[in-house]
């Protein structure tokens, strides 16, 4: 492994690093406290327009469809860079991560043209329309349905968990077309206007007083058959393109995610009825496994880095570390809240203690999003360490005959 950037890799950076001292020079700081959403929304727009015009939006893509043909390193680079930073980018992560990648994939170049470069400048926001109430690990088990119709069809069914729906202009919908083929095999992709009659969102309200995702109703929805993404029943496998983005975009770890050093930080101004909680051995001993997993997770994603810099791929052992960062988050913020006992509720606006106190309302999340921390096991037993795999006793039967559970 060799974690120096090569000398073409230096030049990019210093570039991108130059670039961003001017024109993010408004989000040096974090935030006094969370943008309301209409300000995040207004705020990720003008920052994804500022990216598109000086060039750093699809870094990877090809040229054809308006990206910048450059490789995964220029995108790792810039991404590493602007992370520095706390300008808004959440917004544009689903669209341009892993819908608008799927759309160019398996869609006509008339539907690439048409809608690549609104999603590259931000002008468009994207959502992905996959779970439903009875279908997430198992997505294949999907039952919103699309009916042909003439040129057309006709969609009606629910989906849930849909981040951003609220806000979206499209969205790609994975919709079951055949009800008699086994379930893998009676699926399509669609294009879906969000603003189209018979399209009903309904924000989820979380815990944390946001509403990030919400329920998604289709009653009657007409999609044009110019709309589909790949051949009728095709749409287990185009929806694995967007899956293999999905993956790639949840690995890491959270930018301006709290570490050991913020437990370290919290622990050091606590006085337990034993004494400072930095005297205490189960607290020091928690500080040495936070910073351990840490380290992990680091040194994971530099050899994910440095094979990608020698032009291979990462593989499925990425799950290795969404399953660690996901999970030690949670249970640092749990320890340190329970440490901090009635100080853990009342927190103040920016201290570490906040930050520790929305990384546990958050974390329970990021360990389903993106591949359920068992699920991920589940490809890490399989597809990495080689052990049997996991039982699919439905995977032939027409899916109309599959009772549900
Ligand atoms: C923050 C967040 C954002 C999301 N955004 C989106 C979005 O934008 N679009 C979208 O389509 N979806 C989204 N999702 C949904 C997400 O993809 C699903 O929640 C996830 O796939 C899990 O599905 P489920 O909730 O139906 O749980 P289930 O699949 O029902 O799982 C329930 C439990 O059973 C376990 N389990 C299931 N199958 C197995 C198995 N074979 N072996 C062992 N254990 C198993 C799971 O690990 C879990 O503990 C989001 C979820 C979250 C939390």
């Known amino acids: 492994m060799d974690f120096n950037d090569t000398?073409?890799?230096?030049?990019?950076?210093?570039?991108?690093?130059?670039?961003?001292?001017?024109?993010?020079?408004?989000?040096?700081?974090?935030?006094?406290?969370?943008?309301?959403?209409?300000?995040?929304?207004?705020?990720?727009?003008?920052?994804?327009?500022?990216?598109?015009?000086?060039?750093?939006?699809?870094?990877?893509?090809?040229?054809?469809?308006?990206?910048?043909?450059?490789?995964?390193?220029?995108?790792?680079?810039?991404?590493?860079?602007?992370?520095?930073?706390?300008?808004?980018?959440?917004?544009?992560?689903?669209?341009?991560?892993?819908?608008?990648?799927?759309?160019?994939?398996?869609?006509?170049?008339?539907?690439?043209?048409?809608?690549?470069?609104?999603?590259?400048?931000?002008?468009?926001?994207?959502?992905?329309?996959?779970?439903?109430?009875?279908?997430?690990?198992?997505?294949?088990?999907?039952?919103?349905?699309?009916?042909?119709?003439?040129?057309?069809?006709?969609?009606?069914?629910?989906?849930?968990?849909?981040?951003?729906?609220?806000?979206?202009?499209?969205?790609?919908?994975?919709?079951?077309?055949?009800?008699?083929?086994?379930?893998?095999?009676?699926?399509?992709?669609?294009?879906?206007?969000?603003?189209?009659?018979?399209?009903?969102?309904?924000?989820?309200?979380?815990?944390?007083?946001?509403?990030d995702f919400n329920e998604v109703f289709f009653t009657d929805v007409r999609v044009a058959d110019t709309h589909r993404l790949g051949a009728v029943g095709e749409g287990w496998k185009v929806s694995l393109t967007t899956l293999m983005h999905e993956r790639l975009a949840v690995g890491g770890k959270p930018r301006h995610a709290p570490g050991y050093h913020t437990l370290m930080a919290v622990a050091a101004g606590i006085e337990t009825d034993t004494g400072p909680a930095m005297e205490r051995a189960d607290v020091r001993q928690r500080i040495a496994d936070t910073y351990i997993a840490d380290e992990g997770i680091r040194l994971t994603q530099m050899r994910a880095l440095s094979a990608l810099s020698r032009g291979a791929m990462p593989g499925p052992e990425q799950s290795i570390s969404k399953v660690v960062v996901a999970k030690t988050m949670q249970d640092m913020a749990a320890f340190a809240l329970d440490l901090s006992e009635s100080q853990g509720l009342a927190v103040e606006p920016g201290s570490d203690l906040e930050k520790l106190q929305t990384s546990y309302m958050w974390s329970a999340g990021l360990r389903i999003a993106g591949g359920t921390d068992e699920i991920l096991r589940n490809i890490i037993a399989e597809r990495v360490l080689g052990l049997p795999g996991d039982l699919r006793p439905d995977k032939d039967i027409p899916f109309s005959q599959l009772k549900p559970l």
């Open 7 to 211: 000398a073409a890799e230096a030049e990019f950076r210093a570039k991108v690093r130059a670039w961003l001292a001017t024109a993010a020079a408004d989000y040096a700081a974090p935030p006094a406290a969370p943008y309301p959403l209409d300000e995040f929304v207004a705020r990720s727009r003008a920052w994804q327009k500022l990216k598109h015009d000086a060039g750093y939006v699809g870094i990877t893509w090809p040229r054809a469809v308006g990206g910048q043909g450059l490789t995964p390193m220029h995108q790792i680079i810039f991404n590493q860079e602007e992370s520095r930073t706390y300008a808004p980018t959440g917004l544009y992560s689903i669209g341009l991560g892993m819908c608008i990648p799927t759309l160019f994939t398996h869609g006509s170049p008339e539907v690439a043209a048409r809608y690549v470069p609104r999603a590259l400048e931000g002008s468009e926001v994207w959502c992905q329309l996959f779970s439903e109430p009875v279908a997430g690990s198992d997505l294949a088990s999907i039952r919103t349905k699309a009916v042909a119709d003439g040129d057309s069809w006709v969609i009606n069914g629910q989906k849930v968990w849909t981040s951003f729906a609220h806000r979206s202009d499209f969205g790609i919908i994975v919709c079951r077309t055949d009800f008699d083929a086994p379930k893998h095999k009676g699926l399509s992709m669609f294009i879906v206007d969000m603003k189209a009659p018979g399209v009903e969102v309904r924000p989820i309200k979380q815990m944390s007083g946001g509403s």
